[in-house]
């Protein structure tokens, strides 16, 4: 019996495996979260959670009960679907019958349909027959009669226009020419029929015949040689245009090169190459030529063409072309000739003629490969936008000005831009050597002021002031820039740049570096004992207030050239052709001014380190074994302490504008004094107890100063930032868990050794061997505590860096009792 249920059970899994598509269809209409449902139920898995412990088995009856309700309640609910799908068969018939005849009468009313309407078709297309005839007659007359009408008027309009050129009529001319000519377009088809071909070619014949008339009158009234005639025939001439409009363009084109050529002939004469009046100092006398011939021709000939000619234009854009040619060879006759001041005369003069041609024309005549618009500049961002009147009251806060200041409004194209003045560009060379020599000048000044003048006073209220002679020097590279880009924004920019690189670093390195205070070697005049007497007030740093005002306004002004060329190289960029950008590179003079930032923190914290040294040393040469008792802090911490309240208020006053600088200083100088400190500390031997703690009190009260130190002698308390605490709370904690080894006593060795190992975690034998010399142990007594730490140090582990100090001290069973009771507040929390 037990093998046929085993058979049967097996029968029923087999027959309720259902494929995977069913069973994703009815969990998404049957969604339900009773394991029961699930196609993976597995039985046992569903009573061990009925029953997780043998506990639990005392409510098995309770159990048993519920699932056997569950079980007649499904039965019930299995018969009553059961007894409802007995009719649902029938039903079904019935329904797709009674759907089947339904599509059978629609498709017999869907034929019907279908023949009525291609009847009705049929019928249409019989009554609209005669209809369709009617309109296509009705449309091929209206056609026929428009084309005669047409021919009648392309014949008389013929015969009219040659009537009409023999007479120079052209005012009746230009109108009737345009008309025919439209005409004639509408034969365009028919062109094959003899009569039409001939029509046509007496057009061609009549407009070539114009062509020629109109010129040959040109030439009469504006012959190539000699003066102007009078201009009587103006009017025939106004005609003329008009005429000229509608024939070939070429015809319009010979009318206007004539006309200008004719115009411009006396300037080539009075301006030749070997004339007074053609050299750049009397550039003024063509602009003047120019202004009163234009003023001649709009008296005398602007009625002649037509407005859309643009003729006042064509003649001052000729006369640009032959001034750029002209001025191009007789400088590049003349070079050694070209001053500066000559030069920058002559491209002021050019460029104010190029503005005032923008004024008064559009630039519709000119073409792009002749003219290139200039770019409008960009929108202010930086202070090398400055406005002029803002250079000319010598603003030097360039970036409070950026900010304060609107930005400009975008200036329109100037299609006249360079139309002249680009002659000038191979010759920039001139301006750009003056520039090299004025910015020598000006540097060798800026030293020979510096050494009049000399250190800056100290300026405590409004911190480090940057040198006068940084914002002298960006303000004359904004000028030069403006007015070199004026010139050309091609290679002269790139010339210009390089100077500017040039003298950048000549000011980094006479004005900047040059004036760094000079150090020297450690104060070895002070004795001990001249040392511990000091009085409180008593002058020991090497470096003047002077000195460190100085020291810091050059950190100051190196940060400020930073900042200033920075935006001087994205300025550049803006100005010079998009094809030159990538050659703008001023990185390398912003890691000068960064290495001058880099050396001028160095110097303070050298300054003061070694105002700290005549300290430690007394420190280190004090007889510790002796000390008797613990007292006060010891007088070469207050020495320390003296020396900083001197110098740390200056220099984080003169550095309130640059704060992050004051704390690069706190950062190297802690990295610095700390090290030496601990240092000479392992020179304090041998050591007593009392010693020790005189000695973990003083380093406790040095820890609390340099704690302070980014505030000390401040009115305002700030707190320190993190990553300045971190480096004296670690390296001053060395320092005290070294002191606290000292203290404790080196019987029993094993005790000593771990207690040496867990509290500063070094596996560095010297280390140990400074702290065995600090205790005054023998060196018998050294050897075998030297040996029993070799064996107790713990095994690094594999692939660890052995260079670097590690975290030796294995866990205790406190700590890991720590570490689960954190552990099971944190899974606590997280439920």
């Given at each position: 019996?037990?093998?046929?249920?085993?058979?049967?059970v097996?029968e029923l899994?087999?027959?309720?495996?259902?494929?995977?598509?069913?069973?994703?269809?009815?969990e998404q209409v049957?969604?339900?979260?009773?394991?029961?449902?699930?196609?993976?139920f597995?039985?046992?898995?569903?009573?061990?959670?009925?029953?997780p412990?043998?506990q639990?088995?005392?409510?098995?009856?309770?159990?048993?009960?519920?699932?056997?309700?569950?079980?007649?309640r499904?039965?019930?609910n299995?018969?009553?679907?059961?007894?409802?799908?007995?009719?649902?068969?029938?039903?079904?018939?019935?329904a797709?019958?009674?759907?089947?005849?339904?599509?059978?009468?629609?498709?017999?009313?869907?034929?019907?349909?279908?023949?009525?309407?291609e009847?009705?078709?049929?019928?249409?297309?019989?009554?609209?027959?005669?209809?369709?005839?009617?309109?296509h007659?009705?449309r091929?007359?209206?056609t026929?009669?428009?084309?005669?009408?047409h021919?009648h008027?392309?014949?008389?309009?013929?015969?009219?226009?040659?009537?009409?050129?023999?007479?120079?009529?052209?005012?009746?001319?230009?109108?009737?020419?345009?008309g025919?000519?439209?005409?004639?377009?509408?034969?365009?088809?028919?062109?094959?029929?003899p009569?039409?071909?001939q029509?046509?070619?007496?057009v061609?014949?009549?407009?070539?015949e114009?062509?020629?008339?109109?010129?040959?009158?040109f030439?009469?009234?504006?012959?190539?040689q000699?003066?102007?005639?009078?201009?009587?025939?103006?009017?025939i001439?106004?005609?003329?245009?008009?005429?000229?409009n509608?024939l070939?363009p070429?015809?319009?084109?010979?009318?206007?090169?004539k006309?200008?050529?004719?115009?411009?002939?006396?300037?080539?004469?009075?301006?030749?190459?070997?004339?007074?009046?053609a050299?750049?100092?009397k550039?003024?006398?063509?602009?003047?030529?120019?202004k009163?011939?234009?003023?001649?021709?709009?008296?005398k000939?602007?009625?002649?063409?037509?407005?859309?000619?643009?003729?006042?234009?064509?003649?001052?854009?000729?006369?640009?072309?032959?001034?750029?040619?002209?001025?191009?060879?007789i400088?590049?006759?003349?070079?050694?000739?070209?001053?500066?001041?000559?030069?920058?005369?002559?491209?002021q003069?050019?460029?104010?003629?190029?503005?005032?041609?923008?004024?008064?024309?559009?630039?519709?005549?000119?073409?792009?490969?002749?003219?290139k618009?200039?770019e409008?500049?960009?929108?202010?961002?930086?202070?090398f936008?400055?406005?002029?009147?803002?250079?000319?009251t010598?603003?030097t806060?360039?970036e409070?000005a950026?900010?304060d200041r609107p930005?400009?409004?975008?200036?329109?194209?100037?299609?006249?831009?360079?139309?002249i003045?680009?002659?000038?560009e191979?010759?920039?060379?001139?301006?750009?050597?003056?520039?090299d020599k004025?910015?020598?000048?000006?540097?060798?000044?800026?030293?020979?002021?510096?050494?009049?003048?000399?250190?800056p006073?100290?300026?405590?209220d409004e911190g480090?002031?940057?040198?006068?002679?940084?914002?002298?020097l960006?303000?004359?590279?904004?000028?030069c820039?403006?007015?070199?880009?004026?010139?050309?924004?091609?290679?002269?920019?790139?010339?210009l740049?390089?100077?500017?690189?040039?003298?950048l670093?000549?000011?980094?390195?006479?004005?900047?570096s040059?004036n760094?205070?000079?150090?020297?070697g450690?104060g070895?005049?002070?004795?001990?004992?001249?040392?511990?007497?000091?009085?409180?007030?008593?002058?020991?740093?090497?470096?003047?207030?002077?000195?460190?005002?100085?020291v810091?306004s050059?950190?100051?002004?190196?940060?400020?050239?930073?900042?200033?060329?920075?935006q001087?190289?994205?300025?550049?960029?803006?100005?010079?052709?998009?094809?030159?950008?990538?050659?703008?590179?001023?990185m390398?003079?912003?890691?000068?001014?960064?290495?001058?930032?880099?050396?001028?923190?160095?110097?303070?914290?050298?300054?003061?380190?070694?105002?700290?040294?005549?300290?430690?040393?007394?420190?280190?040469?004090?007889?510790?074994?002796?000390?008797?008792?613990?007292?006060?802090?010891?007088?070469?911490?207050?020495?320390?302490?003296?020396h900083?309240?001197q110098?740390?208020?200056?220099?984080?006053?003169?550095?309130a504008?640059?704060?992050?600088?004051?704390?690069?200083?706190?950062?190297k100088?802690?990295?610095?004094?700390?090290?030496?400190?601990?240092?000479?500390?392992f020179?304090?031997?041998?050591i007593s107890?009392?010693?020790?703690?005189q000695?973990?009190?003083?380093?406790?009260?040095?820890k609390?100063?340099?704690?302070?130190?980014?505030s000390?002698?401040?009115?305002?308390?700030?707190?320190?930032?993190?990553?300045?605490?971190?480096?004296?709370?670690k390296?001053?904690?060395?320092a005290?868990?070294?002191?606290?080894?000292?203290?404790?006593?080196?019987?029993?060795?094993?005790?000593?050794?771990?207690?040496?190992?867990?509290?500063?975690?070094?596996?560095?034998t010297?280390?140990?061997?400074?702290?065995?010399d600090?205790?005054g142990l023998?060196?018998?007594?050294?050897?075998?505590?030297?040996?029993?730490f070799?064996?107790r140090?713990?095994a690094?582990?594999?692939?660890?860096?052995?260079?670097?100090?590690?975290?030796?001290?294995?866990?205790?069973?406190?700590?890991?009792?720590?570490?689960?009771r954190k552990?099971e507040?944190?899974?606590?929390k997280?439920?």
């Amino acid at each position: 019996m037990e093998e046929d249920d085993l058979d049967l059970v097996e029968e029923l899994e087999a027959a309720l495996q259902l494929a995977p598509e069913v069973q994703l269809a009815i969990e998404q209409v049957f969604p339900s979260q009773d394991p029961l449902d699930r196609a993976d139920f597995n039985a046992v898995e569903y009573i061990n959670t009925l029953f997780p412990t043998e506990q639990s088995l005392a409510n098995i009856d309770d159990v048993v009960n519920k699932i056997k309700l569950k079980i007649r309640r499904l039965d019930d609910n299995i018969r009553t679907v059961v007894r409802g799908q007995t009719s649902v068969g029938q039903d079904g018939r019935e329904a797709l019958e009674e759907a089947q005849k339904a599509i059978q009468q629609l498709f017999g009313k869907i034929k019907d349909i279908k023949d009525k309407a291609e009847k009705s078709e049929q019928m249409v297309k019989e009554i609209t027959r005669d209809i369709k005839q009617l309109d296509h007659a009705k449309r091929h007359l209206t056609t026929s009669i428009t084309t005669l009408n047409h021919l009648h008027m392309l014949a008389g309009g013929v015969d009219s226009l040659e009537a009409m050129t023999r007479k120079r009529q052209y005012g009746e001319v230009a109108n009737l020419l345009q008309g025919v000519v439209n005409v004639l377009e509408h034969f365009s088809k028919y062109l094959g029929i003899p009569q039409i071909r001939q029509l046509s070619e007496r057009v061609k014949a009549a407009q070539n015949e114009l062509g020629q008339q109109i010129l040959a009158d040109f030439e009469e009234v504006f012959p190539s040689q000699g003066t102007k005639k009078a201009t009587a025939h103006s009017n025939i001439l106004r005609d003329a245009c008009l005429v000229a409009n509608v024939l070939d363009p070429r015809i319009k084109q010979e009318i206007i090169k004539k006309f200008i050529k004719q115009h411009l002939s006396e300037y080539l004469v009075l301006f030749q190459e070997n004339q007074d009046v053609a050299w750049l100092d009397k550039i003024d006398r063509r602009y003047a030529w120019i202004k009163r011939q234009l003023v001649d021709y709009e008296e005398k000939y602007i009625p002649m063409f037509p407005q859309e000619w643009c003729m006042t234009e064509r003649i001052s854009v000729d006369f640009c072309h032959i001034t750029r040619t002209e001025l191009a060879k007789i400088m590049c006759t003349r070079a050694k000739e070209i001053e500066v001041k000559l030069l920058l005369f002559a491209i002021q003069r050019t460029t104010n003629f190029e503005g005032l041609l923008a004024k008064r024309f559009s630039g519709c005549t000119l073409s792009d490969t002749v003219v290139k618009k200039a770019e409008p500049p960009p929108p202010n961002t930086n202070p090398f936008l400055e406005d002029e009147s803002v250079l000319d009251t010598g603003e030097t806060t360039l970036e409070k000005a950026d900010i304060d200041r609107p930005k400009k409004p975008k200036v329109p194209d100037n299609p006249f831009h360079s139309i002249i003045s680009k002659c000038f560009e191979p010759h920039l060379y001139v301006y750009i050597e003056s520039q090299d020599k004025n910015l020598s000048e000006l540097i060798d000044r800026f030293v020979g002021d510096f050494k009049a003048q000399g250190p800056p006073r100290p300026n405590v209220d409004e911190g480090g002031a940057v040198l006068p002679s940084c914002a002298d020097l960006f303000v004359y590279y904004k000028k030069c820039m403006v007015q070199c880009s004026q010139l050309s924004t091609g290679e002269p920019m790139i010339a210009l740049t390089t100077i500017f690189q040039k003298y950048l670093r000549e000011y980094a390195r006479k004005i900047l570096s040059g004036n760094l205070p000079k150090t020297t070697g450690g104060g070895g005049g002070l004795t001990i004992s001249s040392l511990l007497k000091e009085k409180e007030g008593s002058e020991v740093a090497k470096f003047t207030v002077e000195e460190l005002c100085l020291v810091c306004s050059i950190l100051s002004t190196a940060e400020y050239c930073l900042a200033t060329t920075q935006q001087l190289e994205e300025k550049l960029k803006e100005k010079v052709d998009a094809s030159l950008v990538e050659r703008i590179n001023l990185m390398g003079e912003m890691d000068t001014f960064s290495i001058v930032i880099s050396n001028s923190i160095q110097h303070l914290v050298q300054d003061l380190d070694a105002a700290c040294d005549p300290a430690l040393t007394a420190m280190s040469k004090m007889q510790w074994q002796n000390v008797e008792h613990v007292g006060d802090q010891s007088p070469y911490v207050t020495s320390v302490i003296l020396h900083i309240k001197q110098n740390v208020p200056i220099i984080r006053d003169n550095l309130a504008s640059t704060r992050k600088y004051f704390t690069q200083f706190c950062i190297k100088f802690a990295n610095s004094f700390i090290p030496k400190f601990i240092n000479h500390l392992f020179k304090c031997k041998p050591i007593s107890m009392v010693g020790a703690e005189q000695l973990l009190l003083d380093t406790h009260s040095l820890k609390m100063v340099l704690l302070d130190l980014p505030s000390i002698g401040s009115q305002v308390v700030r707190k320190a930032p993190a990553s300045y605490t971190k480096i004296v709370v670690k390296g001053m904690t060395r320092a005290e868990m070294i002191l606290k080894v000292v203290m404790a006593p080196h019987e029993p060795a094993v005790v000593f050794v771990d207690n040496y190992i867990k509290l500063l975690a070094d596996c560095s034998t010297d280390t140990f061997q400074k702290i065995l010399d600090m205790k005054g142990l023998k060196r018998s007594e050294q050897s075998t505590m030297l040996d029993l730490f070799r064996q107790r140090l713990p095994a690094p582990p594999s692939g660890a860096d052995n260079a670097g100090p590690l975290s030796l001290a294995a866990p205790t069973p406190e700590q890991e009792s720590s570490r689960i009771r954190k552990l099971e507040k944190l899974i606590k929390k997280r439920l």
